[in-house]
């Protein structure tokens, strides 16, 4: 096994207290803009775009340095309908037959249904995958830890850069997934995490009306 071998903190950059206050307040001002979309417009977005985004979700924090995240991004029309067919069918059974009805009840805020339109209409479809192992450079190939956790992050990273770049998202996750292993060619220890849907808002978009819990609901402090 490797030694550990360090380098000392270059990047990091304090700022003056005032600074900080406000850079905190202008950052959940931007992030207080976000809202989970629905419906998409059709409209490109370019490739380095997305790139820049994935870069950003791939500087997060996870166990043990080993990245266990794959992000297969689809923009082919015939891979995002055969995804389209594919989710549709696990939402029916969910909706109409797998689904207590107290989760449907929860449901009912926000309006969804087991029709997924915007799987075909937004520019791109982003599939995270979490991977239980991983290859060394050395060739090994070791197991990862703290998958879900590490995707996770990952994934709120990547849904941040998305809004920052100016484009909205959907976290979209169809159950069971394992459908998207077999429609994108990935190896079966990687478990789909979710799909994360990107693009512009269609102009006649609408979002629920609903709110976000208080700091005192959300935080404690002692």
């Known amino acids: ?20 206050k406000l850079r905190a307040a202008e950052f959940r001002r931007q992030m ?22 994935l870069l950003t979700a791939g500087s997060a924090p996870n166990g043990a340095n080993l990245q266990p995240w794959q992000f297969v991004v689809v923009s082919d029309p015939k891979v995002k309908h055969e995804i389209r067919v594919e989710a549709e069918q696990e939402e029916r059974e969910f909706y109409h037959r797998r689904a207590p009805q107290e989760w449907l009840d929860a449901l009912l805020a926000i309006g969804t249904d087991e029709y997924k339109s915007f ?9 995270i995958f979490g991977k239980s192992h991983s290859e060394l450079p050395d060739g090994r190939r070791v197991k990862n830890y703290y998958v879900s956790e590490s995707v996770g992050i990952a994934t709120g990273f990547l849904i941040t850069a998305i809004h920052n770049a100016g484009l909205v ?54």
């Open 32 to 53: 207080q803009r976000r809202r989970t979309v629905r419906q998409f417009s059709d409209r490109p977005v370019p490739r380095e775009i997305i790139e820049e985004c």
């Open 1 to 20: 096994m490797s030694k550990a071998t360090f380098q000392p903190l270059s990047s990091y950059i304090e700022y003056p207290i005032e600074e900080m």
């Open 119 to 127: 799987l075909e209409t937004a520019p791109y479809l982003i599939v």
């Open 169 to 222: 998202s959907l976290t979209h996750t169809p159950s069971p997934m394992g459908f998207l292993n077999g429609i994108l060619h990935i190896a079966p220890d990687a478990k789909p995490f979710l799909i994360l849907v990107v693009g512009y808002p269609a102009e006649d978009a609408q979002v629920p009306d609903i709110g976000k819990k208080s700091l005192e609901e959300i935080a404690t402090f002692m």
